[in-house]
C-alpha cells in the first residue's frame, strides 16, 4: 500500500508531506518511528521571521543587473521571457540586448554558397520579427540594442556575454521531452550550464503575461549544499531584498533509508545549521526567512513546494558542464526550469 506522513509542520523548517513511497507493513513501524524523529520537539525553536526593513538597511547586498540579454527565437515563449526581462529593467535600471542567433549548423547538408543564401533569408526573416517586437511597445523606455549573431547558439551568446560584460541572461524553454532532448538539445540548458552569469528560464508552464512591474514575493531557494550554494544564496537574498519578499531556503533528502534513526536526528541538526549558514548577516531584519526539509526527488519536492506555496521565483545552483551540455535526459535542473509555474534563476556552480 501507499503510505502518506503528513508532519506537523512548524514555522521555520520542517518535513514536507512526503513520504512517497510503496511499503510493506512490516516497514510501517519504522517510518512511524522516523516521522517521530522529523518531528522538532520545540516547534517554535527554529523559526526564523522578523517582518521586512526599509532596502536601504543593507544596500551592499544588492546585486546589480545593468546589462541583460535576452536570447530570442521569436517563439511566444521567447516573447513571455522579454516581458520578464523588461520588469527587470525597469526595476533595475538596465540596458537590454536583444539577441538572436542564426546557426550555419541547422543546413549541414547544403552547399556552401547555398548556406550562404538561407542564411541571407534568415537575417531578413530576424529583422522583420525583431522591428515587429519593437513596433508592439515591449521595449518602450528602455535603453535597448539589437543583436543578430552568427555561429553555435552558445558560443555566440557567450561573446555576447563577455563583449558587452552582461549582468543576466534571459531565456525561454519549450520543454522537450528526453529524447527529443538526447537528440537535438536544450538551448536554455547549454546556456545556464556554461553562462558565467545567471541565467533567469521561462519555461512554458510559467503562469500568464508578466506585469510590467513584476514583485517577486516568495523566492523559493533549493540548495543541494554544492560548491556554489554562497554565491546561490546571494542572489537569492539580494532578490529577496529588492522586492521585500519571503525567501524559504529548501533542502531536499533523497532517501531515508540510508539513515538510521540516530542518524536522521543527527542528520536534521545538520540540515538547519547549514541552511542557517546560507543566511546573510542581519537578513532577519529586511526577510522573512524560512527553513524547510523534504524527503523524495529533488526535483519532484522542489516543483510541489513552489506550486504548493504560491512561489513567484524559485532560485538554484546548476552544475557547470560542457561536453553534452543541453543533450542529457532527466536533469534536475532541466526538469524544474522545464516544468515551474514560475520563473527559475540558475546560478552555475
Same mark, same amino acid.
Request: proline share 6%; with cysteine.
Given at each position: ?16 508531506? #512526503?513520504?512517497?513511497?510503496?511499503? *510493506? ?10 516521522? =517521530? ?29 545593468? =546589462? ?25 535600471? /538596465? ?40 513596433? /508592439?511597445?515591449?521595449?518602450?523606455? #528602455? ?47 547549454? #546556456? ?12 512554458? /508552464? ?10 517577486? =514575493? ?20 539580494? *532578490? ?73 521565483? #524559485? ?23 522545464? /516544468? ?10
Amino acid at each position: 500500500m501507499t503510505l502518506v506522513l503528513a508532519l506537523p509542520q512548524e514555522p521555520g523548517f520542517c518535513l514536507l508531506a #512526503i513520504l512517497r513511497t510503496v511499503i *510493506l507493513g512490516h516497514d510501517a513501524p519504522r517510518l512511524i518511528a522516523w516521522a =517521530k524523529l522529523l518531528a522538532p520537539p520545540d516547534p517554535l525553536a527554529w523559526e526564523v521571521g522578523m517582518g521586512t526593513a526599509p532596502k536601504e538597511v543593507l544596500p551592499d547586498r544588492k546585486i546589480q543587473l545593468s =546589462k541583460i540579454l535576452v536570447a530570442t527565437d521569436f517563439s511566444p515563449f521567447s516573447n513571455r521571457a522579454l516581458e520578464y526581462a523588461s520588469s527587470f529593467a525597469r526595476r533595475y535600471e /538596465s540596458h537590454i540586448f536583444l539577441t538572436h542567433v542564426i546557426s550555419p549548423d541547422a543546413y549541414p547538408l547544403a552547399a556552401p554558397e547555398v548556406t550562404v543564401g538561407l542564411i541571407r533569408t534568415q537575417r531578413r526573416e530576424a529583422e522583420d520579427h525583431i522591428q515587429q517586437m519593437l513596433f /508592439s511597445g515591449c521595449l518602450k523606455d #528602455i535603453p535597448h540594442d539589437v543583436l543578430i549573431e552568427e555561429g553555435a547558439l552558445w558560443p555566440a551568446l557567450q561573446k555576447v556575454i563577455q563583449r558587452q560584460k552582461i549582468d543576466l541572461v534571459v531565456v525561454a524553454t519549450h520543454g522537450m521531452g528526453a529524447v527529443q532532448k538526447l537528440v537535438i538539445g536544450s538551448g536554455a540548458e547549454q #546556456i545556464f550550464r556554461q553562462s558565467v552569469v545567471p541565467v533567469l528560464t521561462v519555461g512554458p /508552464s510559467v503562469d500568464g503575461r508578466a506585469e510590467p512591474d513584476i514583485a517577486f =514575493k516568495h523566492i523559493l531557494f533549493a540548495t543541494d549544499f554544492g560548491l556554489g550554494a554562497e554565491r546561490e544564496a546571494a542572489y537569492a537574498f539580494s *532578490l529577496g531584498q529588492e522586492h521585500d519578499a519571503t525567501v524559504t531556503l529548501l533542502h531536499v533528502l533523497h532517501h531515508l533509508d540510508d539513515y538510521s534513526e540516530d542518524g536522521l536526528i543527527l542528520r536534521r541538526e545538520a540540515v538547519k545549521r547549514q541552511l542557517q549558514d546560507l543566511v546573510p548577516s542581519g537578513a532577519e531584519v529586511w526577510c522573512n526567512t524560512q527553513f524547510r526539509m523534504a524527503v523524495g526527488d529533488p526535483a519532484t519536492e522542489i516543483l510541489h513546494f513552489a506550486q504548493e506555496n504560491n512561489v513567484d521565483l #524559485i532560485v538554484m545552483g546548476a552544475k557547470a558542464r560542457t561536453g553534452l551540455a543541453g543533450h542529457v535526459p532527466g536533469t534536475k535542473a532541466y526538469k524544474v526550469v522545464s /516544468s515551474a509555474h514560475c520563473p527559475v534563476l540558475t546560478v552555475r556552480s
